[in-house]
């Protein structure tokens, strides 16, 4: 990901009804800090294209404080592109690149909420299982998922 990508993936992260405008602000902090810094940062950013057109987007890097694991932190295919294995392509091209760096594992944190269930069934067909609840994490109501993924 370059600068010159920047705005296609901030339209893209528009685009999904599930994100929130506060989530979308911080997704733009984690993508200034790696455009800011790409070795530095910590982070991974990958786009996918079809006809030269951004539709799909992954950021992941180690999570702090652990010994080889790593997190997953944005998966977003534009709505009109989903379904075609861009999601999946994406995701498995960041395993691929975490289990390279030794990972151990991948994680993925989401809501428990409706709107999230396609998410959801997702992860899990993509060998993803869940590991923890945090009831009423992010709302009265809205638990945030764990997902895990062994990857060595």
Known sequence: MTSADKPAVMKLLSEIP??????????????????????????????????????????????????SAWDIYWLAVSPSSQRQGIGKSLLASAEEHIRNARGRMALIETSSTPQYEKTRQFYRSQGYELISTIQDFYTPGDDKLTFRKLTS
């Open 18 to 67: 599930e994100f929130t405008p506060a989530e979308i602000t911080v997704a733009e902090e984690v993508i200034n800090s790696y455009l800011s810094d790409p070795k530095g940062s910590e982070y991974y950013a990958l786009l996918a294209e079809v006809s030269s057109s951004v539709v799909g987007y992954v950021c992941y890097g180690p999570a702090s404080m652990s010994q």
